[in-house]
């Protein structure tokens, strides 16, 4: 069994390589999925968040993440905190869905973390790879495609690790700024490095 560890910024097409990963037959622990799961109403994650934020970032019912990232992407000190009761609970997450995938007779397992080095996931990969998109591409893709203004998409991004540091400590580097097949092309060209196929 191998485990894979994916990381790439906001904007990237991290999600995309993950799709073709899936697709090529990994099992996929999504980090973000697990992020939904410890904001759910009735959970600790939920019950900690909203006690440290308070009521205003609740809407029916649910965490309003949408306003409590406008909270704490401006405010290093508000993300530091919010961090600090959100991570060691997607740890926990992770650390249980992977058990469960090897459990399963999984060959290759892709630990999904978009944000792998800042919030201390980095556990033990037999590789790591980084995909990759030049700022201009990545503000661009949070504009057009999830409706961000120019501001906020620079500030989700000045919030995560420089992205030269994220490449340094890759084993892989997909370069995500071309066409769907030339991402492909790279991602299948991994793969059979490291599933050995």
Known sequence: MKLIGLTGGVGSGKSTVAGILRELGAAVIDADEATHAV???????????????????????????ERLGRLVF?????????????????????????????????????????????SGLEGP???????????????????KGRGFTEERARAVIGAQL?????RRRAHHVIDNSGTPEQT??????????????
């Open 39 to 65: 904001y759910e109403p009735g959970t600790a994650g939920f019950e900690a968040v909203v006690r440290e934020f308070g009521e205003s970032i609740v809407r029916d019912g649910r965490i309003d993440r």
């Open 125 to 143: 990969s037999c590789s790591v790879v980084r995909v990759y998109a030049p700022e201009e591409v990545q503000v661009e893709r949070l504009v």
């Open 74 to 118: 401006n405010d290093e000190e508000s993300r530091r905190r919010l961090n600090a009761i959100v991570h060691p609970l997607v740890r926990e997450w992770m650390a249980a869905r992977t058990a469960e995938a090897i459990e399963g007779g999984a060959q290759v397992v892709v630990q999904d973390v978009p944000l792998r080095y800042e």
């Open 162 to 166: 420089p992205i030269d540091e994220k």
């Open 184 to 197: 492909r092309s790279q991602v299948e060209e991994i793969w059979a490095q490291m599933s050995g196929r």
